[in-house]
């Protein structure tokens, strides 16, 4: 996400004027990809980071 948001804010500040203009280009630009980002993946924290090996090797187990 950082370096995404790294490259658009260099592009709206290489097309605007003002810096003022440019963070709030950046703002409207990114504010959707930053809120679908904060959003927990399918199944939650347990889903994205196993507590145990048990369900770590189970998850593997099912992954091609």
Known sequence: MSLVGAYVLAGELAAAGRAEAAFAAYQEQMA?????????????MRA???R????????????P
């Open 32 to 44: 959707a990809y930053v809120a679908s980002g904060m959003q927990l993946p399918p199944g939650g």
């Open 48 to 50: 994205f980071a196993p």
């Open 52 to 63: 145990t090996a048990e369900v770590l090797r189970s998850t593997r187990r099912r992954t």
